[in-house]
């Protein structure tokens, strides 16, 4: 699996906002195709935070049965600067979708979509890379304000930064913290929501999620 576009990773900090600035405009908002498989993608960082390792697991999207997984690491070579953190995690993740045999048809992303300062969060560098079907789905908030939904778990409110509507904050579970939805690439906000719901049966968080991290979380135990 080859990204359709390539672009330097070593860049100085004004370099990667005008690189997010200009790939920001190819990300579409548009009805995704038929969806089988649903790809998870997570990262961590080794304990001296020099290199980190990245996890790809490809599920059923009927089932959620895992169907594929491969991880990889890679130095850290991009400093630290919120907002910017696409340019550290994805050269991982790439090298471990570049082990996958098959294509997924929408990959979830821990982390940000279109909320985000630039509107380019790693889903939407992620999906314009690979020109895929992605979207975030965040434990914590980069940008905008919310209303709190309802406790049952489906209710939803929208996720404004300014004047512009960019997520929708989510309950997965009944009573339990919601997440922050927003749209990767190629895909719908309400399409975005309802493939978490799909998602996440159970727990709070997207299988796709779970399932990454616990391996990438084994493979950084493996390698010490």
Excluded: N
Aim: overall charge negative; aromatic content about 4%; charged content about 25%.
């Amino acid at each position: 699996m080859k990204p359709v576009i390539d672009h330097p990773w070593q860049l100085d900090i004004d370099a990667a906002w005008a690189l997010q600035r200009e790939l920001a405009a190819k990300v579409r908002c548009v009805e995704p195709g038929p969806i089988a498989t649903v790809a998870g993608v997570d990262v961590a960082y080794a304990k001296d935070e020099m290199v980190l390792v990245a996890s790809v697991v490809l599920l059923d999207a009927m089932t959620l049965e895992v169907v594929e997984a491969a991880e990889a690491e890679a130095a850290v070579q991009f400093p630290y600067v919120p907002g910017l953190f696409s340019f550290r995690e994805l050269p991982a993740i790439m090298a471990a979708l570049e082990k996958l045999s098959r294509r997924p048809d929408l990959v979830v992303c821990d982390g940000q979509g279109l909320a985000h300062p630039r509107r380019f969060g790693l889903a939407c560098h992620l999906g314009v890379l690979y020109d895929l079907p992605t979207l975030g789905c965040a434990k914590t908030r980069l940008v905008g304000e919310a209303a709190e939904p309802a406790s049952a778990r489906g209710s939803a409110s929208e996720l404004v930064d300014g004047e512009a509507v960019v997520g929708r904050v989510l309950r997965t579970q009944d009573g339990v913290k919601p997440v922050d939805v927003s749209i990767g690439h190629r895909i719908t906000l309400d399409a975005a929501c309802d493939w978490i719901l799909r998602l996440t049966p159970r727990y709070r968080l997207p299988e796709t999620t779970r399932q990454a991290d616990q391996r990438v979380r084994r493979r950084l135990a493996a390698l010490g």
